[in-house]
């Protein structure tokens, strides 16, 4: 296909979204996801993604109408490759002749690639590098700004109105009642509650337990409920928390869904967590947190709220982490001291919610 400017006189009814990346990832889109919506409001808009996308994309049918399961690539390390299924996959994606392709995974290293091969009429994307910069068309892959912008951006570039970053997470009422269920079955009262968030996907992103142990066990003895969130297989860190405490906590490890965590995030006191995906569920639903960010890119992944969200970080040159076990000591997770944590509970805690 020869690079050009994508065309938005032609009828545009199919569009490819490819993005196959996990929660967290998928929240930072949707604002882009509204935006491209508005310019297509007739358009079946596909996502070619994870299954672990279900959850969020099910959200927002009047954003995208269809998930296609990617198979995986050996550059991603995101799920395995699922080999029997690549040659098929890439046969239907050519077989839907899609008028639009966006590539909103990364850099376009590899996700190009894997773009062009489902042959799209027209495609967009970052480029790896500014001479590969294509007006209208190829933005190269801007390292400075946050998640959110990154996308944003790249639909300006495309020639879009695009300027409100705005996350959002619909909590129906089903999601409501059912948080309600989980509090009244563990004898939550939410305004009350501070809810503590220490696992992530990788060990180099944790904040250590003990740390986790010594805030817990300061705000339980100035009378907050504590509850610990996380999945089904995340229950014997919050038993090992619990344990270090000396107070009750509650576990609610693989008791929620993610609509019920966000409705009990919406109207608890507070969050406290590493920089992982329940800290973008907590933006989106305009939640308080205080954030631990060890081994993350702050200035990608933070949310965007600082009045309403705090970020902790001990700078260091060797963040972003891709390290499941830090090599180092873990000096980024070490450097956040439960002094300077506990200033930062207290200080929302004591301010009231934010307007």
């Not at 008028?99 to 495609?123: C, E, F, Y």
Request: glycine share 8%.
């Amino acid at each position: 296909m020869k690079p050009t400017g994508i065309d938005w006189n032609v009828p545009i009814k199919n569009v490819a979204i490819f993005r196959a990346l996990n929660l967290g990832d998928m929240l930072c889109v949707i604002p882009a996801l509204r935006v491209l919506r508005r310019q297509l409001p007739k358009a079946h808009i596909s996502l070619i993604g994870l299954r672990s996308a279900i959850p969020v994309l099910e959200r927002f049918p009047e954003y995208v109408d269809e998930l296609i399961e990617f198979p995986g690539d050996a550059a991603f390390p995101e799920q395995p490759v699922q080999e029997n299924r690549v040659s098929d996959f890439y046969r239907d994606m050519r077989a839907r002749s899609f008028d639009l392709a966006l590539q909103i995974h990364g850099s376009g290293q590899r996700a190009n690639d894997i773009v062009k091969t489902m042959a799209p009429r027209q495609w967009a994307g970052f480029v790896p590098e500014p001479n590969q910069t294509v007006p209208g068309q190829l933005l190269p892959w801007p390292d400075d700004l946050h998640e959110i912008h990154r996308y944003l951006a790249l639909l300006q570039h495309i020639g879009l109105e695009a300027s409100d970053d705005t996350l959002e997470f619909p909590v129906s009422t089903s999601d409501r009642d059912s948080a309600d269920s989980v509090a009244m079955k563990n004898g939550l009262t939410l305004n009350k509650t501070v809810f503590i968030h220490p696992g992530a996907r990788l060990a180099s992103r944790r904040w250590p337990l003990e740390r986790f142990a010594q805030v817990a066990r300061q705000l339980a003895q100035e009378g907050w409920q504590i509850a610990i969130t996380g999945s089904a297989g995340e229950s014997a860190m919050a038993k090992g928390l619990e344990a270090r405490t000396g107070h009750r906590l509650v576990d609610l490890c693989g008791a929620t869904s993610l609509g019920s965590l966000a409705s009990l995030l919406q109207r608890g006191r507070l969050l406290i967590c590493n920089d992982t995906g329940v800290s973008h569920v907590a933006a989106s639903v305009h939640a308080t947190s205080v954030v631990i960010a060890s081994g993350s890119d702050v200035a990608r992944w933070g949310p965007l709220d600082r009045k309403r969200h705090t970020v902790l970080y001990t700078p260091i040159g060797c963040r972003p982490c891709a390290y499941d076990q830090c090599p180092i000591g873990h000096p980024c997770a070490l450097g956040v001291q439960v002094d300077r944590v506990m200033r930062e509970i207290n200080r929302h805690l004591n301010q009231g919610v934010p307007q």
